[in-house]
């Protein structure tokens, strides 16, 4: 029998009213399916720090699911980010996943996604490492923090990538997670390489359900995620038949999860983009039922 595997479910922060119901309306859908843990992003440079932090604590007052909240270096001081870290802790969130974050998009077409051109606060945490140092100093969070496969764009090398995420183990961080990724061998790969390299901290795969094509593959070339071939040609000429998008997407995402799961990976991170229903359909297809549902079963 196949193993099924834990999940956990990324949302970001809301904007509006309608972002609001959409949010909600996906986390009632996916919240009986018992996640591990769910998270919420924080948005380029800090500007969603008020957002994220009512959203996180929303969640898991009213599903009591474990929230963890991001939390990025960017644009801020030491003290800043301590007192952000402080009030989580306070308002009972006890996971925090650590990261770089990048400068907001400059009209050059500099900063943004994939991050070329950040430049650290000067009195604030300069990368992850630092943040996560500093996080142990605040409290006993548990701590996540980044991994990419296929390499961070900004990163002189692979090794001196997979040198940093091992310094962000040894910091304190306990599970990386990674970058969404569609090459699963550069995944197994990237796994073996950090386990070869003293990284005892789980490498969680991040799976991205698509919902919009190009806009996966505009996010994956600034994130260094290869779109290999045979997976663009199944989207190809798809823009306009969603129905028929959505199922080849769901297909695809659960073929990548159970070749994962068949090679020893037992915690799946989804990349929701608040959305529920492929995340629910591929969930079912690795066999999560909601509780409710399970429970009516036996
Ligand atoms: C699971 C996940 C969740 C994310 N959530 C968010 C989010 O909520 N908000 C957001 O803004 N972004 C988010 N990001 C994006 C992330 O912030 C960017 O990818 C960022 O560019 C790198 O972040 P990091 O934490 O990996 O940085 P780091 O681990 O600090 O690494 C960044 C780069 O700097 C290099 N580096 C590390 N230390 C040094 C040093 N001392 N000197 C020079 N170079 C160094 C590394 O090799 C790497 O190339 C997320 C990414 C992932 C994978």
Same mark, same amino acid.
């Given at each position: 029998?196949?193993?099924?595997?834990?999940?956990?479910?990324?949302?970001?922060? /809301?904007?509006?009213?309608?972002?609001?119901?959409?949010?909600?309306?996906?986390?009632?859908?996916?919240?009986?399916?018992?996640?591990?843990?769910?998270?919420?992003?924080?948005?380029?440079?800090?500007?969603?720090?008020?957002?994220?932090?009512?959203?996180?604590?929303?969640?898991?007052?009213?599903?009591?699911?474990?929230?963890?909240?991001?939390?990025?270096?960017?644009?801020?001081?030491?003290?800043?980010?301590?007192?952000?870290?402080?009030?989580?802790?306070?308002?009972?969130?006890?996971?925090?996943?650590?990261?770089?974050?990048?400068?907001?998009?400059?009209?050059?077409?500099?900063?943004?996604?994939?991050?070329?051109?950040?430049?650290?606060?000067?009195?604030?945490?300069?990368?992850?490492?630092?943040?996560?140092?500093?996080?142990?100093?605040?409290?006993?969070?548990?701590?996540?923090?980044?991994?990419? /496969?296929?390499?961070?764009?900004?990163?002189?090398?692979?090794?001196?990538?997979?040198?940093?995420?091992?310094?962000?183990?040894?910091?304190?961080?306990?599970?990386?997670?990674?970058?969404?990724?569609?090459?699963?061998?550069?995944?197994?790969?990237?796994?073996?390489?950090?386990?070869?390299?003293?990284?005892?901290?789980?490498?969680?795969?991040?799976?991205?359900?698509?919902?919009?094509?190009?806009?996966?593959?505009?996010?994956?070339?600034?994130?260094?995620?290869?779109?290999?071939?045979?997976?663009?040609?199944?989207?190809?000429?798809?823009?306009?038949?969603?129905?028929?998008?959505?199922?080849?997407?769901?297909?695809?995402?659960?073929?990548?999860?159970?070749?994962?799961?068949?090679?020893?990976?037992?915690?799946?991170?989804?990349?929701?983009?608040?959305?529920?229903?492929?995340?629910?359909?591929?969930?079912?297809?690795?066999?999560?039922?909601?509780?409710?549902?399970?429970?009516?079963?036996?």
């Amino acid at each position: 029998m196949t193993a099924v595997p834990s999940v956990s479910f990324e949302f970001f922060p /809301p904007k509006g009213e309608k972002g609001e119901e959409a949010l909600w309306a996906s986390i009632r859908r996916l919240a009986p399916l018992g996640p591990a843990f769910v998270s919420v992003t924080y948005g380029a440079g800090g500007s969603t720090r008020e957002r994220t932090h009512a959203t996180v604590t929303r969640i898991q007052a009213e599903t009591g699911i474990p929230a963890a909240a991001h939390l990025t270096c960017v644009a801020a001081t030491r003290e800043e980010i301590d007192a952000i870290a402080r009030a989580y802790w306070e308002a009972g969130i006890r996971h925090i996943v650590a990261l770089r974050g990048d400068p907001p998009p400059n009209a050059d077409g500099t900063g943004g996604l994939g991050g070329r051109g950040y430049v650290p606060h000067p009195g604030g945490y300069a990368y992850a490492v630092d943040l996560v140092e500093g996080l142990r100093r605040v409290a006993d969070f548990e701590i996540s923090v980044a991994a990419f /496969p296929e390499t961070h764009p900004e990163a002189p090398s692979a090794d001196v990538d997979l040198d940093n995420l091992k310094r962000k183990c040894d910091a304190g961080a306990t599970r990386a997670i990674t970058q969404f990724f569609f090459d699963d061998d550069a995944f197994l790969r990237f796994r073996d390489r950090a386990a070869a390299a003293g990284i005892r901290a789980p490498i969680v795969p991040g799976i991205l359900p698509i919902t919009n094509f190009a806009k996966a593959v505009e996010f994956g070339e600034k994130c260094n995620c290869a779109i290999p071939a045979w997976f663009a040609e199944l989207f190809d000429g798809l823009d306009g038949d969603p129905e028929t998008r959505q199922m080849v997407a769901a297909k695809v995402a659960v073929d990548q999860c159970r070749r994962l799961v068949a090679e020893g990976v037992d915690h799946v991170h989804f990349y929701t983009l608040n959305r529920s229903e492929l995340t629910v359909a591929i969930c079912r297809m690795l066999g999560i039922r909601p509780k409710a549902d399970a429970a009516a079963a036996a």
